[in-house]
Structures are given as structure tokens and as C-alpha cells.
């Protein structure tokens, strides 16, 4: 007669024996946490390169802005805060004859600020990569605040503020809108559209005429040389008309904030370079 056999090995001491095959072998892995699987994905999103393609059109508006500014700017302030070249010949004229007016030091303030952006901005571009979304996102919210602390400037000094003077309230705000200025142009260079830097018209109007497709039915280039000093006149006639109404030089800088900040939207849902899904 067979006999059972006494309890022995891992069975625990109170006598239930514990059922091994039913135990997994292989315990079920946690996946990451949710937040991090989404940051991942939002780190992914502004890491990418933007498409260059249409991104022409954001720089015809920058065109619009220069416009606006440097209008509302000659008309108070006597003084560009984009397009240099002008700038350059009020400071010879300047050096000529100092006593006859101060606008050779707005205009000084100006090109100096100008030069000193195009140093920040060409870097900041090389060194994160210059299409990269979130760089290009960075860039022009920088632009915008630069606007908007003159912007408060000029509101704060309200609208009494003698154009011959050189205050401080007159000097930095012009230093600060001429600064952020050539992160447009930056730009125009990163997307490789050169010719479209948003604050030189006269190699543009050049190009333009002397295009030997000028009259071609498709001809890009020539819509582009068409439409860049369209949108720059329409940004100067809204300027003038603000520099002469009771919101002065300050509502140009805030309607210029408003649309740079618009262009900043703009980037945060531009499509990714394609060619990244082909490396794929």
C-alpha cells in the first residue's frame, strides 16, 4: 500500500502548497510614467528642423513690421531702426556738421545696437542650429519683449517727449528695436532665403528689374522681389498714420509686438523639415 509523503521543500509551514506553475515566470513590465512619454514627445516636437518650404511668406511679413517700425520711428524719433543705410548717412552728415542736429546720435545708437544684434542672433542661430523650431520660437519671443520693453518705455514717457531730444527714454528704446531688427534678416540667412533679409530694399528693387524672367508666367523669385516692398509701403502707411494719432511711436511698437508675437505661434505649428521623414 502506497503511502503519501510528508511535506517537504518551499511548502510553507501551515500546510497550503503553493501552486508554481501557476506563477508568471516573467513579472509584467511597467512602461514609462505618462508625463514622461509626453515631454518626450514635446522635447521631440521642438528639437525637429522646420520645412523651409512657404517660409518665405513669414518673412514677407517681417517686411510688413520693418515697415511699420521704421516709419513710426523716422517720423518721431528722426531716426531708422531697421534699414541701416540710411542710419550710415545721417552719421556722416553728422560728422560733417555735429552742432546742426542730434539725429546722428540716434542714428549711431542705432547702427551700434544693430551690429551688436547681428552678433547675438547669427550665434544663437549657428550654435543650437539655425532651423531648429524651438530656436526659431526663442528668437523671435526675444524680439518680441525687446518691443515690448520699449514699448513701455515710450508709454511711460508719454507722447510730450520733445523728437529733438536724446533722454535715455529716447536713446534705448531705439537701441532695443534696432537690436531685435536683425533677428529677422538672421533668420532670412537660416532659412536660405538671402535675398529676403526684411531690411534692405534697393538690392531687392535691383533683382527685381533686372530679372531676365521678369514677365514669365511662374517666376517665384519675381513674386517674392514683387511682394517684399508691397508689404513693406503697406507697413510704412500704417506706421505713419499710428506716429500721427494720439498713440504716437508707442502704438507702432505695440501692433509691431502684437504681429511678432504672431509669427512666434506661427513657428510653433509649422510643419517639420520633410526630409526628415525620408531619413527615417
Known sequence: MMTRSSSTGNNPPNGEIVADEET????PQMGPPKDASTLRRWRNYFMVDVSRDWADLI???CYLITGLLDSASISVWGSFVSMQTGNTVYIGLGFADPSASNRWIKSSSSLLSFLLGSFVFSRFHRFFSAKRRWVLCASFTAQV???????CMVTQAGSDVDP???AWYVLVPIALV????CGQAVMSRALKYNALTSVVLTSIYCDLFSDADLFALHN??????TVAPLS?????????KLANTEFGVAGALWAAAGLKLIVVVIWLFWPADPALDEAV
Do not use: M
Open 24 to 27: 508568471p515566470l516573467l513579472q
Open 59 to 61: 518673412l514677407l511679413l
Open 145 to 151: 519683449l525687446l518691443i515690448v520693453a520699449a514699448a
Open 164 to 166: 529733438e531730444s536724446i
Open 178 to 181: 534696432a537690436f531685435q531688427s
Open 220 to 225: 517665384a523669385e519675381r513674386n517674392r522681389r
Open 232 to 240: 513693406l509701403l503697406l507697413g510704412a502707411f500704417l506706421g505713419g
